[in-house]
Structures are given as structure tokens and as C-alpha cells.
């Protein structure tokens, strides 16, 4: 912050040029933003809500209460906040508490039944320093300033009369964009990494004699054919898109789940089911996921639209077909899968070509070598 106050005192002696003082109402409103966030806010977690949890810890009280998973290195970055200057440390230690934020709100959600952690938040939120913020108000003020900064700096660049002053902030504010950008990468990346973790637990993979009603298999055989795990099969995927179709089977509509990965695409059928629920939602309640057939390798999937006037006359609006070839290009396997709009179906087909044409330009680039699970045979083969 202090490479704000020089900016800032060397500009007074200009405060006789007009366009001087929107330059220092840019810096100033920075600046006061700067300590209402760290007084009014950081100080107020710390000092209130960590402080009282830290104390009723030593008194044998919600013991079991992890403080971290609520608010991660909330110490740390009032550490160095305090230091009043714009380092990388202060980019790293935003980003580390914005990593823990989603973990944090679940892990608030899931105290909320507890009277004793009720009593506890209740008694600090009413504390005269949280000004009618509540907790929840309180965990998102770093994630709320990081993303701030760059426009509070672009703001004063804007108006800089000298070129190193402009150069210096603009630098900054790359820094901090850098910043941004690798933390929604992150972001994405653990929760893609949380929810394939969630789903791993909640597929069901059946075995052949069930899938395939013809493979009669005399029960006392049954253990020779029992294959490996496919619990790992998904664990080191991207999960690229996934939601709630209709298929048809034996003549009827029935309701199914699909999960396009960045190498293959899983077919199941959801029991328990609820409509309209997110697949967060369905993993919460327990739901689990019955794999239809087998992954359709998407070297190995081929996808037709079906026109309005074929939909209309067959009664299946909304409809597109994946086909599942074999490494003969034989067809093994084919599904009629309706979408809820011809918009969505839209964005079904477009995420579904998007990733066969990734996966393909991969191998084109770099083929995947066989290594147990994570190895797909190609279809080229």
C-alpha cells in the first residue's frame, strides 16, 4: 500500500491542475476500500470469530471444530496485510484462502444443525465490530477483493501524468489478473478433482451376466469372471459435461445420467431419483449411478443428429444417436438420447464433438501408452 501513498503525495503538488483531483479521489477511495477491508472485515474474522473459537478450544469447548477448514490462513494473510505493500505474497495468500472458500461454506452448511455451533456464531455476530455482517458475509470479503483490485487499479492508471507511475501500476495489475486467471484455473481444477471423487463412490458398475442377460454364468463360476475395480477408471478424468437425458429402452422413455470425461462417455441410470436436482445435489442425497452397458471410448463413438421431420414423425423430439463401434468399426452398441430443448441438445452434440476432436488431436500429437487403468485401445488398432 505504501507505493500507493507515495503515488498519492507526490500528486498534491499538482492539486491545481482540474483533472489532478479525479486522480486523487481514484487513489483515495483505494485506499479507504483497502482499510475497510482490513479493519472492518479480515480483523473482524480474526479477532471475533477466530479469536472466540481458539478460546472455547482451550475451555474444552467445540473442540472438534477444525478452525481451518473455516478459515484457512485467515492469520497469514493478516500478516502480511499488515505489511502495507503489494507483493506476490499477497496474491499467493488470497489465493490460498479463495482455494478453501467452497470447502469452507460446505463445511458451514453442514455445522448449521449443531446447537452448540449455532450458540457460538450467534453470540459473535452479535458482536457491535461485525456491524450486522454475519459470518457468511464476513468469509467472502478476501474472494470479493481480489477480483476488485485490478478495476481499483486500472481506475488510477488511467490517470497517471507520469509514464513510470502508469508503467509501475500497470505492472501491478498484471499481477494481480495473473493472479486471477491461476486461481479460477485451480478452482476449476478442484472441483472438477472434488466431484469425480464424490462420483467415483456413487457409480455402480455392473457385472457381464447382468449387463448381458444371454452370458448365463453358473454361480459357482461367477468368481473367475470378477474383473478388477473400476473405481479408479474415472479418478485421473475431466469431467467435461454431464446431465439428466431421456434413452430409450425396450420401447419406453426412461430417465438417464450422462458424464462426458475427456476420454470416454458413461451412460448410467440414477436411482433414488429426483427431478430437477444438480448433480451436486444427487451426490449429497446419496444418490448412486448405474452404468448402462460400458464406457463408450469416444475414439470409438460416433454421433447423428436427428432432423426435426425424423423426430417428429418417430415421436422424439429433441433426439440425437451415439453410436459405439468396435475396432472393426462395427456398431455394438446405439442410443436414442432426448434432450429437454433443441437447445440443449445443441450444446449436448457440441460438447460431445468438442471432446472427440480434443481427444483425437491429442493422440494425433502424443498417443497413450498402455498403463493398466488409465490406458484406452485405440480404435485405429
Same mark, same amino acid.
Given at each position: 500500500m505504501c507505493v500507493f501513498l507515495s503515488f498519492f503525495s507526490s500528486q498534491v503538488s499538482v492539486a491545481s491542475y482540474? %483533472?489532478? #483531483? =479525479?486522480?486523487?479521489?481514484?487513489?483515495?477511495?483505494?485506499?479507504?476500500?483497502? +482499510?475497510?477491508? #482490513?479493519? /472492518? %472485515?479480515?480483523?473482524? $474474522?480474526k479477532e471475533v470469530f477466530l479469536a472466540t473459537l481458539t478460546n472455547l478450544h482451550t475451555r474444552n469447548c467445540l473442540t472438534d471444530i477444525d478452525s481451518w477448514r473455516l478459515f484457512a490462513n485467515l492469520n497469514e494473510l493478516?500478516?502480511?496485510?499488515?505489511?502495507?505493500? #503489494?507483493?506476490?505474497?499477497? +496474491?499467493?495468500? *488470497?489465493?490460498?484462502? +479463495?482455494?478453501?472458500?467452497?470447502?469452507?461454506? $460446505?463445511?458451514?452448511?453442514?455445522? &448449521?444443525?449443531?446447537? /452448540?455451533?449455532?450458540?457460538?456464531?450467534?453470540?459473535?455476530?452479535?458482536?457491535?465490530? +461485525?456491524?450486522?455482517?454475519?459470518?457468511?458475509?464476513?468469509? @467472502?470479503?478476501?474472494?470479493?477483493?481480489?477480483?476488485?483490485y485490478p478495476l481499483l487499479l486500472r481506475n488510477i492508471a488511467k490517470r497517471c501524468l507520469s509514464e513510470v507511475d502508469s508503467c509501475g501500476l500497470q505492472s501491478i495489475t498484471d499481477q494481480v489478473d495473473t493472479s486471477i486467471c491461476d486461481l479460477e484455473g485451480k478452482? =476449476?481444477? *478442484? /472441483?472438477?478433482?472434488?466431484?469425480? =471423487?464424490? $462420483?467415483? /463412490?456413487?457409480?455402480?458398475?455392473?457385472?457381464?451376466?447382468?449387463?448381458d442377460k444371454r452370458a448365463f454364468i453358473p454361480e459357482?463360476? !461367477?468368481? *473367475?469372471? !470378477?474383473?478388477?475395480? $473400476?473405481?479408479?477408471?474415472?479418478?485421473h478424468r475431466s469431467l467435461l459435461h454431464e446431465g439428466k437425458l431421456v434413452a430409450t429402452e425396450n420401447a419406453k422413455l426412461i430417465d438417464v445420467y450422462l458424464f462426458l470425461f475427456d476420454e470416454f462417455l458413461l451412460i448410467t441410470k440414477i436411482k433414488r431419483n429426483k427431478k430437477n436436482l444438480e448433480l451436486d445435489q444427487l451426490? !449429497?442425497?446419496?444418490?448412486?449411478?448405474? @452404468?448402462?452397458?460400458?464406457?463408450?471410448?469416444?475414439?470409438?463413438? &460416433?454421433? !447423428?443428429?436427428i432432423?426435426?421431420?425424423?423426430?417428429?414423425?418417430?415421436g422424439l423430439p429433441h433426439s440425437f444417436i451415439i453410436m459405439h463401434q468396435n475396432r472393426y468399426q462395427q456398431c455394438i452398441g446405439a442410443f436414442i438420447l432426448q434432450a429437454a430443448s433443441e437447445s440443449a441438445k445443441r450444446v449436448w452434440m457440441s460438447k460431445i464433438e468438442g471432446a472427440v476432436m480434443a481427444l483425437l488431436k491429442s493422440d494425433s500429437e502424443q498417443p497413450r501408452v498402455k498403463s493398466c487403468s488409465l490406458w484406452l485401445e485405440s480404435s485405429q488398432i
Open positions: 482540474p %483533472q489532478s #483531483f =479525479k486522480r486523487q479521489e481514484t487513489i483515495w477511495e483505494l485506499f479507504t476500500s483497502e +482499510c475497510v477491508y #482490513f479493519l /472492518d %472485515q479480515l480483523m473482524v $474474522l493478516c500478516l502480511v496485510r499488515c505489511n502495507k505493500t #503489494f507483493q506476490d505474497s499477497i +496474491c499467493h495468500c *488470497l489465493q490460498k484462502y +479463495c482455494l478453501n472458500y467452497s470447502t469452507a461454506l $460446505l463445511y458451514l452448511d453442514s455445522l &448449521k444443525p449443531r446447537e /452448540d455451533f449455532g450458540s457460538y456464531v450467534k453470540w459473535c455476530e452479535r458482536n457491535e465490530q +461485525c456491524r450486522r455482517l454475519q459470518l457468511r458475509d464476513l468469509l @467472502v470479503a478476501p474472494l470479493q477483493r481480489l477480483t476488485r478452482v =476449476k481444477w *478442484l /472441483d472438477n478433482y472434488q466431484k469425480v =471423487k464424490q $462420483l467415483r /463412490d456413487a457409480l455402480v458398475w455392473l457385472p457381464v451376466w447382468e449387463r459357482n463360476l !461367477k468368481h *473367475l469372471l !470378477k474383473a478388477v475395480t $473400476l473405481e479408479n477408471l474415472i479418478s451426490l !449429497k442425497e446419496g444418490s448412486t449411478f448405474t @452404468v448402462v452397458d460400458q464406457p463408450v471410448s469416444l475414439d470409438r463413438l &460416433k454421433l !447423428k443428429n432432423d426435426q421431420l425424423n423426430a417428429s414423425t418417430s
